[in-house]
């Protein structure tokens, strides 16, 4: 079982719409992300956040908005969304961001999106 | 840049045949590997990792991997394929002072009754 909880598991919204993906991790992991994984296709990385700071924007649009409240929550915020921004959006997170031990990076189960 | 390739999108196997997932890695300092597995509709769980011990590694549901510096490769195998064993397998590679991981394209596993 996956010790990083995503919610909600599925999110239909509008082009006009703003909802959020929230994320929350109690393993005490200080460095969490975001992913997007279209069809049949391998996660791509959207940001990352260690010590919850924003350390990487890998030049995602800004209608996706990333916050850390604290060191255990992750929120996406979504507005003004495209349909081909419909996808599995994968919460993980690491010890911390920076693999000096090879640090494992974990996954949730995922936000399915649906833009219409 | 690391990189990671796996060949052959699909892959079809027998129940009770060996499984084979070929992943070759590209880095230029001594790379950490994973597997990861993702199964219908969910999330991606890690089935093994390598970060410089053992250069043969077990993980989980009797999958195991073999770190070949000399092949540059990570190869996954497991002896006799289950149904539940149908799923995609991405191979991945970080690097120390980076974890930013490249995933190679993925596997998908077909297990023939």
């Known amino acids: 079982d996956t010790e990083v909880t995503q919610t909600p598991k599925h999110l239909v919204m509008g082009m006009t719409n703003k909802k959020s993906l929230k994320c929350e991790q109690h393993m005490g992991h200080r460095a969490m992300y975001w992913y997007k994984q279209k069809a049949k296709k391998p996660p791509e990385l959207m940001f990352v956040?260690?010590?919850?700071?924003?350390?990487i924007n890998e030049s995602v649009p800004s209608r996706f908005s990333p916050e850390c409240p604290n060191s255990s929550l992750l929120n996406l915020h979504l507005h003004a969304l495209q349909p081909e921004d419909s996808a599995l959006y994968l919460c993980a997170s690491s010890q911390d961001s920076q693999g000096d031990s090879g640090n494992t990076i974990y996954f949730g189960e995922g936000s399915w999106l649906t833009v219409v | 840049a690391q990189s990671v390739t796996q060949l052959g999108s699909h892959v079809s196997v027998s129940e009770g045949a060996l499984v084979l997932l070929r992943c070759n890695y590209s880095s230029s300092v001594p790379p950490y590997l994973f597997w990861y597995v993702q199964y219908p509709n969910q999330g991606l769980q890690l089935l093994l990792k390598y970060t410089s011990a053992a250069t043969l590694v077990k993980g989980i549901n009797g999958f195991e991997a073999e770190f070949k510096k000399s092949e540059t490769s990570f190869h996954l195998t497991k002896p006799s394929a289950h149904m539940s064993d149908a799923a995609e397998y991405f191979c991945a590679v970080s690097e120390k002072g980076n974890n930013r991981l490249a995933f190679g394209k993925g596997n998908q596993v077909v297990v023939i009754p």
């Open positions: 956040y260690s010590y919850e700071k924003l350390s």
